[in-house]
Nanobody, 114 residues
Framework: QAHLQESGGGLVQPGGSLRLSCAASGSFFSPNIMGWYRQAPGKQRELVATITQEGNTNYAASVKGRFTISRDNTKDTVYLQMSSLKTEDTAVYYC????????WGQGTQVTVSS
């Protein structure tokens, strides 16, 4: 049973940057795909970015060019570097990892506001 621990959320002004981290633990196997989803109030959860063990990435159109996903396979940790943040990026961000099944973190709040 894997466990995902997220960190790095908070309040930032428009145009600012934040870095989210998520470490996976409790599994003998390393995650195949890791990534981030987000859910804004009143909206459905949506994909932000994913990355495979080999480093292949996928981004939502709304964040491409502003967000960068990366991972450290030695630590089973995924990162999301968010830059040029907009108010519409405000959401709870969830880490996800696929091992024997898809696991989810508890979520971390990102608020972009002046």
């Amino acid at each position: 049973q894997a466990h995902l621990q997220e960190s790095g959320g908070g309040l930032v002004q428009p145009g600012g940057s934040l870095r989210l981290s998520c470490a996976a633990s409790g599994s003998f196997f390393s995650p195949n795909i890791m990534g981030w989803y987000r859910q804004a109030p009143g909206k459905q959860r949506e994909l932000v970015a994913t990355i495979t063990q080999e480093g292949n990435t996928n981004y939502a159109a709304s964040v491409k060019g502003r967000f960068t996903i990366s991972r450290d396979n030695t630590k089973d940790t995924v990162y999301l570097q968010m830059s040029s943040l907009k108010t519409e990026d405000t959401a709870v961000y969830y880490c996800t990892a696929t091992i024997d099944r898809q696991y989810w973190g508890q979520g971390t709040q990102v608020t972009v506001s002046s």
